[in-house]
């Protein structure tokens, strides 16, 4: 079997398009909404237009994200706390080393991967085990020699108070595998990163939508988890067993 | 290499695998057989206790939840009622990123792009992360027919791809089976020692798949939304396996109903933690992880090509359906199954179908046909459970009613307009309907005693109340003196 011609696929993409501006033909009745009405914006051509909540901005339906910069920071530390990341707050990077050091020595990490960061590359010197910089830009990636690795140490994008979240980039973040395949994440970044909600954190990425949009973007809420026996929660299921998230400032 | 892997791929007997005509008789033999296994039940009500918790916990940090049902639905609604201008947005905005787009029309034309793909990169071993569509396509069968070594990487998913069962639930694949048959099915496929716990049986899985990531040069793998307006594709999963399938192999193929298109990105933010929590009790799911092609120029993994199939497979029958037409909001949060009392006596498997309980029998006859599916419509309480707990208020238990009526129309049943017509011929005549009354009173009695034919197979698992002393009119007409 070969791949389909460009024509096959034309012909289906058409034949999928017609059967849905058929069925679009019949308007479908008003969503059932709880009360309060919905905004229908007319639209030119007449069909039904986009319908938005009148008090959509701010969403002050959904789980609360604080409304100062400390009250947002005390609802990530809650969060994170309930999604059992470790989580410390230190004064400076210096701080920030000997907390990282502290967990090398506990955990008795043989060797950690990061990639090259102000945030990651400034604490890194000294840690007591060897280490693998995965944006080497003489050396190939080994997805062998990373997953031997007992932690990955990235830089993140943002962290979101209203669910814990923590951003990561396939650009900024070390690419796709270093937050996900080491047995343990270690997240280092900076108070000022904190955002109240996930809307602030998407208006982060749409900014970022340019030429050269970063190819993965990954929400990253808690320790990798399962529930599959016997919805019994076990955390590290394929991903990080554990996610340690030091923050500086 | 995967392919050479010693454990066996058992190819899944595809539900509706038996002849259609027998669907309903199917369902019924099931139906009966769980209804019995008590211990099952149990099972599945005690593994289920802990999701009421976590989702009632949930639900109560969002400040109003039903104002947040109303923008998911919004969100939804919207989207799907222009579907023909968001999908081709989409599609341009994927492949401006570097995505390629592929359109199927039906299974069978899904499966041979995803085998033409898989040939051209000469590609031999393929994970996947839980993938609905591929099981509503019945990929994994088509795969290993062709030779390819498939392994799902999803716990629950991996453990029924050992069973040899499809997914019981689709978001808890394996919520039916105990502890230690997973743990005899460890030792059977992978020889590892006997355990009760369920953290060492994760563990085994973890060690067993982590090789498996590194050797395989296919990931395949579902979506959850796709943004029309920066044209990428969000994944949501707890256990880290998609990101992993998505991360290390150097080809990726995404598999997704047209139905999933989202328009903005800032949606995300309402359907995001409202899938995670409706589907279980979470705040948010693990990893939800934006996709937009394949690796950057300066970026140093991720795969060297990104796929994407879009499939029809009649959707679009159930798009011209105005009136059920919000079926398709459906983003597969498994609420519906959680809370239905169908669900929860008979199982999972007796659905004999892709997607099981509430939503599963609305979506079914349209997908499938009614004339084979409609039964399921019957599969209903009509309590309502389910539409009080979708997150994108889906009237799930009115559309069964839908398929009721439009089954009645289309087929009608000779016995049931019968019925019909001698109930308004009695109930129209006061005096025939009050001797009706009487001897049904006076023969109830008799009735339990002599169990007759039609009566007996009620009788069996039920018990009838006493007949009343009187009639209801006659109680009325005494009260009211």
Known sequence: ?????????????????????????????????????????????????????????????????????????????????????????????????????????????????????????GILAGIPCSTLRIDAPDEAFDKRSLEACDAGITACECLVA?????????????????????????????????????????????????????????????????????RILVLGAHGPKELIVILVG | ????????????????????????????????EHIRDTGHRAFVRKALGGYYKSRDTQQARYRDWEQ???????????????????????????????????WARDAAEARAIILGLLEQANAKAVIKSKCMTSEEIHLNAALEAAGYGVVESDLGEFIQQLRGEPPYHFVFPCMHVRRDEISDLFGKHLGTPPTDSPEELTMIARRHMRRLYVEADVGITGANFLVAETGQISITENEGNARLTVALPRLHIAISGIEKVVERLDDLAVLLPMLATAGAGQPMTCYNTLYSGPRRAGERDGPEEMHL??????????????????????????????????????????????????????????????ANWNHLSGASSLCGACTDACPVRIDIHHHLLHNRRNAARTAPSRLEKLGHRLFVFVASRPWLFAAGGWLFRKSLPLAKALKPPLLSAWLATRDLPPAPRESFRAAWQRRRR
């Open chain 2, 309 to 370: 199939v879009l499939l029809d497979n009649s959707r679009t029958a159930l798009l011209a359906d105005a009136e059920q037409r919000d079926a398709l909001h459906c983003i597969r949060c498994g609420a519906c199954l959680n809370v239905c009392p169908i669900f929860k006596n008979v199982g999972g498997f007796t659905y004999g179908t892709t997607y099981q309980g509430p939503i599963g029998s609305v979506i079914t006859p349209h997908l499938r046909g009614v």
């Open chain 1, 162 to 230: 209203q669910t814990g979240s923590i951003l990561v980039a396939s650009d900024s973040c070390g690419g796709r595998a270093l937050s996900i395949l080491p047995h343990c994440h270690v997240v280092i970044a900076t108070v000022d990163q904190v955002v109240p909600v996930l809307a602030d954190a998407l208006a982060l990425i749409r900014d970022r939508h340019t030429a050269n949009l970063p190819s993965m973007f990954s929400f990253i809420t808690g320790p990798s988890r399962t529930g599959d026996i016997e």
């Open chain 2, 68 to 102: 947040a049902r109303d923008a998911a639905s919004l969100a939804k609604w919207s989207a799907v009622n222009r579907l023909d201008e968001l999908l081709p947005r989409f599609v341009a905005a994927f492949e401006a990123n570097g995505g390629r787009v592929h």
């Open chain 1, 1 to 121: 079997m070969s791949d389909r011609t460009p024509a096959e696929n034309t012909a289906a993409r058409e034949a999928i398009l017609a059967r849905i501006r058929e069925a679009l033909r019949v308007p479908a009745p008003p969503p059932h909404l709880s009360g309060h009405a919905a905004a229908a914006a007319p639209e030119p051509n007449g069909r039904p237009g986009l319908m938005i909540l009148p008090a959509e901005a701010g969403r002050p339906w959904l789980p609360d994200g604080g409304d100062t910069p400390a009250e947002s920071l005390r609802i990530l530390a809650d969060n994170l706390a309930k999604l059992r990341a470790v989580f410390f707050q230190v004064p400076d990077l210096a701080a920030a080393a000997d907390c990282l050091f502290a967990q090398a020595r506990e955990r008795d990490w043989q060797r950690v991967a990061w990639h090259d960061h102000p945030l990651v590359a």
């Open chain 2, 1 to 32: 290499m995967i392919a050479r892997n010693p454990i066996p791929h058992p190819t899944h007997a595809p539900p509706g695998a038996h002849e259609p005509a027998t669907a309903k008789q199917q369902f019924l033999a099931d139906a009966a």
